[in-house]
C-alpha cells in the first residue's frame, strides 16, 4: 500500500511533484473481469478531469457561506457576491485578459459559451465564419446556423493546413467576419499557431476566437492587449476539463461585442429596470448571465486556476511531454498499432498529451473494452464529437461517410471508424504509461481472457459473464 503525504489543502503550495497525491479519488480502486481489483487508471483527461483535492475543499469551504448573489443584502449574499465577482477577475487574468476591454461570461461549459458568442456575434447576411475541419462540433455547428462557413482542411498528418487558410481569408476577402479555431486539437493534441492565425485574421479586418478548452489545462493561454496585432479577441474554455467537474465554463471576450444589441437569453439579473413596454439592461458581465448563475462552480473554476498557476504551466507541460513521450516510444513497438498525428516521440513538446491510435485488425470499441474490463484503464473510443476531422484522419471518402450514415439511421453503430484515445491530466505518471503500454501489447497478441460480445446499437463490447454491481460502489440516497 502506498503513503501518501498530507493533502495539500491551499492551491498556492500545490507543485507538479504533488498534485498526484491532490487529486480526488486518486486510489480507487476499481474491479477487474479475473476477479481482482486496481487502482483506476484515467487516461480519458481530454474528456473530463477529476476534482483537485484543493478545488473540492475550496467548495466545502465556500458551502457555509454560499446565498444569493448580487440581489441580497445579507452576510452571506455580500460574501457570495465577493466571491462570485472575485472568481470573474481570476479568470479574466488566466488568460490574460484586461478587464478594460473584456468580460468573463460565466455559463455551463463550452459549448453553452460558443453558441452564446454565435448569437451575439453582431453577423449581416453573407458574413463567412472561417473554421477548420479539426474542430470539435462544438466549435463548428454554431457556426452553420449563423452565417456562411468555410472550413480550413488539415494536411495528411492532421496539422492545420496554414497555405489552405491563407487562400481561403484571401477568397472570401471582406466577408470573413470571424475565425474560430481551436487552441488544442481534442483528437490528436496538435497545437495551433493561434497568435500568427490571429495576425492574419485582423490583417484580413476579422476577429478571432480560440477555442482553448483543451489548450488551457496545458498550457498558458495569453489573449494579449488588444492593440497588439496577434491578440484573441474571444476564448472558451471548460472548468470540469481543468479539474473543477461542477458545471461552468466561460467565454471571455470583447466588453464591446456585448455591449450592443440585446442578451441572447433574457430573464433575471440581466436588467436595470423594466417596465411593461421597456427594458433597460444592465452591465457586463450580468447581462449576459440570465438566471441565478452557478456560484459554485465559478468559485470551483477560479480555484482550479489557482491550482494550474501555483503548479505552472511550464513544469506542467514539460511532465506531460515526458508522458507523451514515453507513450509513443511504447507504441511505437508495438506491432498493428497505429498512431495519428504526431508519432515521433522527440515532438512531444509540441503537441498536448493525447494519442489516438487504431489497432489494425480489431474494432476500436473492443479496445476500449478490453483496456476497462481487463486493465482497469478509462480511455475513449470513436470519433471524439469531432467527425469531419475523424473521416479526413481516416481517409472515409463520402460514399463510405454516406453508408454509415445509412447504418446509424438503421439503428446500427458495430461498423463505425473511429480511434482509441489516451490523453493525458499532469498528474499521470510514468508507472501508469507503462501498464498501459502492457495491456496494449497483450491485446495486440491475442493475450485477454475475457470473450466480448457487441451491442450493435451502440457499438460497444462487454465481457461475457461480467457485470459489477455499479450501486456497491455509488448510489444516491
Ligand atoms: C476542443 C473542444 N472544444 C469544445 C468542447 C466542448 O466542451 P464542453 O463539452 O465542456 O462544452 C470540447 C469537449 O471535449 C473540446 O474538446
Not at 12 to 23: A, G, K, P, Q, S
Not at 208 to 230: C, N, Y
Not at 396 to 404: F, R
Request: hydrophobic content about 45%; proline content about 5%.
Amino acid at each position: 500500500m502506498t503513503t501518501l503525504a498530507a493533502p495539500v489543502r491551499n492551491a498556492r503550495y500545490l507543485t507538479i511533484d504533488t498534485v498526484r497525491e491532490n487529486i480526488v479519488g486518486i486510489d480507487a480502486q476499481v474491479p477487474l473481469l479475473d476477479g481482482t481489483t486496481r487502482p483506476y487508471v484515467n487516461f480519458d483527461n481530454a474528456a473530463s478531469t477529476p476534482a483537485l483535492r484543493p478545488v473540492l475543499d475550496k467548495v466545502n469551504e465556500f458551502m457555509t457561506w454560499y446565498s444569493s448573489v448580487h440581489r441580497g443584502s445579507g452576510f452571506k449574499s455580500q460574501i457570495a457576491t465577493e466571491a462570485y465577482e472575485a472568481a470573474h477577475a481570476i479568470a479574466l487574468r488566466f488568460v490574460g485578459a484586461d478587464p478594460a476591454t473584456h468580460t468573463a461570461i460565466f455559463g455551463k461549459n463550452s459549448t453553452e459559451a460558443l453558441n452564446k458568442l454565435a448569437n451575439r456575434f453582431p453577423f449581416q447576411p453573407g458574413d463567412v465564419v472561417l473554421t477548420t475541419l479539426m474542430e470539435h462540433h462544438s466549435n463548428d455547428l454554431p457556426w452553420r446556423k449563423v452565417a456562411h462557413v468555410e472550413h480550413v482542411l488539415p494536411d495528411a498528418s492532421g496539422a492545420l493546413d496554414e497555405a489552405h487558410f491563407d487562400r481561403l481569408l484571401e477568397r472570401y476577402a471582406g466577408r470573413v467576419k470571424l475565425v474560430a479555431v481551436t487552441g488544442a486539437s481534442n483528437v490528436t493534441g496538435y497545437i495551433n499557431p493561434i497568435h500568427r492565425i490571429a495576425e492574419k485574421a485582423h490583417a484580413a479586418g476579422a476577429q478571432i476566437l480560440v477555442d482553448v478548452a483543451q489548450l488551457a489545462p496545458h498550457r498558458a493561454v495569453d489573449m494579449r492587449p488588444l492593440d497588439d496585432p496577434g491578440h484573441l479577441d474571444y476564448v472558451v474554455l471548460s472548468a470540469h476539463k481543468m479539474y473543477a467537474p461542477f458545471g461552468t465554463g466561460a467565454l471571455i471576450g470583447r466588453r464591446d461585442t456585448f455591449l450592443q444589441g440585446d442578451p441572447d437569453m433574457v430573464g433575471g439579473g440581466v436588467v436595470e429596470i423594466v417596465t411593461v413596454d421597456s427594458v433597460s439592461w444592465t452591465g457586463l458581465p450580468d447581462r449576459e448571465e440570465a438566471g441565478s448563475p452557478n456560484v459554485v462552480g465559478a468559485v470551483a473554476m477560479a480555484q482550479a486556476m489557482l491550482c494550474l498557476e501555483a503548479i505552472g504551466m511550464g513544469a506542467l507541460a514539460e511532465h506531460e511531454a515526458v508522458l507523451t513521450a514515453r507513450l509513443l516510444e511504447r507504441l511505437g513497438r508495438i506491432p498493428r498499432v497505429r498512431v495519428f498525428g504526431i508519432t515521433d516521440p522527440a515532438r512531444a513538446r509540441e503537441k498536448v498529451g493525447v494519442v489516438p491510435f487504431i489497432v489494425e485488425g480489431m474494432s476500436h470499441y473492443l479496445v476500449a473494452a478490453i483496456l476497462s474490463a481487463e486493465g482497469g484503464i478509462g480511455v475513449r473510443n470513436g470519433c471524439f464529437c469531432a467527425h469531419p476531422y475523424l473521416l479526413h484522419l481516416l481517409g472515409v471518402d463520402e460514399q463510405q461517410a454516406a453508408s454509415y450514415q445509412q447504418e446509424i439511421r438503421n439503428g446500427v453503430k458495430a461498423h463505425l471508424p473511429g480511434l482509441v484515445r489516451a490523453s493525458f491530466g499532469c498528474y499521470n505518471n510514468e508507472a501508469e504509461v507503462d501498464w498501459f503500454a502492457e495491456m496494449l501489447e497483450r491485446i495486440v497478441r491475442g493475450d485477454y481472457r475475457g470473450r466480448y460480445i457487441q451491442d450493435p446499437a451502440s457499438g460497444a463490447y462487454w465481457p461475457e459473464g461480467f457485470a459489477p454491481r455499479l450501486e456497491t460502489y455509488f448510489h444516491l440516497g
